[in-house]
């Protein structure tokens, strides 16, 4: 089982709706969730963090976690095609003894005008 | 601030030659990462430094690759010999006080082995 689960989509939405992007973790130790947005061709880029229960929400980004369930998830309200891109989903892990950023393989979302 | 520099942006080469990537973190930054991305295996960590320091080399495929941190504003990841399969894009990301805070992630180095 990977570590960090992602579906690799596309997801596609038709602009202003929600997008709702999901990921599932292995390590039930994990406090510190994270999501990257990466635009075709660039490097990620930090969006969200999270680290406790229940939602938390930065303009018309929100992201959601589940400890219990071993869930986080992103939604985008009123999606626009600036918000096409992959979304990736990063835990910390301490698998090796050190504290990491374990990534997943991202889901990417195309926002169609 | 510039950002996190890395060179060169392509590299193209043919198996078997060595492949030296280097990386400029943000000035102040204590952490520096090397991450590898493919299709299949999304992005990879392949070892940090804390301080110049290795900490954590656990994702560093095999005996070929190699990476150093010699100074606080200066690293290389080095790959020899090199093969088709290590075809991808490296990225080097810096990061403040904490292996797990925010990472600046530079624009990438994509590498193609023939």
């Known amino acids: 089982q990977k570590e960090v689960e992602q579906n690799s989509g596309p997801l596609s939405v038709p602009e202003g709706a929600i997008a709702s992007l999901n990921c599932t973790y292995s390590?039930?130790?994990?406090?510190?969730f994270f999501w990257y947005r990466q635009y075709s061709g660039k490097s990620p880029e930090l969006i969200m963090s999270?680290?406790?229960?229940g939602d938390k929400e930065d303009g018309r980004f929100t992201a959601q976690l589940n400890k219990a369930s071993q869930y986080v998830s992103l939604l985008i309200r009123d999606s626009q095609p600036s918000d096409s891109a992959t979304y990736l989903c990063?835990?910390?892990?301490?698998?090796?003894?050190?504290?990491?950023?374990?990534f997943g393989t991202g889901t990417r979302l195309l926002v169609s005008p | 601030d510039a950002g996190v520099i890395q060179s060169p942006r392509h590299e193209v080469t043919e198996m078997g030659q060595e492949v030296t990537l280097r990386c400029k973190p943000i000035?102040?930054?204590?952490?520096l990462f090397w991450y590898r991305q493919t299709m299949m295996r999304g992005l990879e960590l392949l070892i940090y430094?804390?301080?110049?320091?290795?900490?954590?080399d656990s994702g560093m495929p095999e005996d070929r690759f190699s990476a150093k941190m010699p100074n606080a504003s200066f690293s290389t990841l080095k790959i020899q010999p090199s093969e088709p399969r290590d075809s991808a894009v490296y990225f080097c990301?810096?990061?403040?006080?904490?292996?797990?805070?925010?990472?600046?992630f530079g624009e990438g180095s994509r590498l193609t082995v023939l």
């Open positions: 000035s102040g930054h204590d952490y």
């Open positions: 990301a810096s990061s403040q006080d904490s292996p797990t805070g925010e990472l600046f």
């Open positions: 390590d039930r130790g994990s406090q510190s």
């Open positions: 990063a835990v910390v892990s301490r698998d090796t003894g050190f504290q990491k950023l374990v």
């Open positions: 999270i680290y406790s229960n």
């Open positions: 430094f804390n301080n110049n320091v290795p900490i954590d």
